[in-house]
């Protein structure tokens, strides 16, 4: 079973929107609470948003509330990431991963840049 694969990065305005998709590589995620996280430049992996097993809730991060959205389709077993309203600082390469116990491995990643 390998990594998740992460993509629908890109460049984007300051104000703009993104839609991140994220699917199993020949791993189902159904049993899993699901999440996103976010490694900017020179900074740590953080945690953006997570999404129980059946999508019943969801907990962000607070500098996602309001503005991101994270959901799961579960008959195509994917797991997205609505980003509205984005500012340069959510500039960053963003994962996917089972959540609070991440996979072995990790996925490359998409690279999000927002400019001003």
């Known amino acids: 079973q390998g990594p998740p694969v992460e993509s629908g990065g890109g460049l984007v305005q300051a104000g703009g929107s993104l839609r991140l998709s994220c699917t199993g590589s020949g791993r189902t995620f159904s049993g899993y609470d699901m999440a996103w996280f976010r490694q900017a430049p020179g900074k740590e992996r953080e945690f953006v948003a997570v999404?129980?097993?059946?999508?019943?809730?969801?907990n962000y991060a607070p500098f996602a509330k309001g503005r991101f959205i994270i959901s799961r389709d579960s008959a195509k077993d994917t797991v997205y990431l609505q980003m509205n309203s984005l500012k340069p600082e959510d500039t960053a390469v963003y994962y996917c991963n089972a959540h609070p116990r991440p996979f072995d491995s990790w996925g490359q990643g998409t690279q999000v840049t927002v400019s001003s």
């Open positions: 999404t129980t097993r059946r999508d019943m809730s969801r």
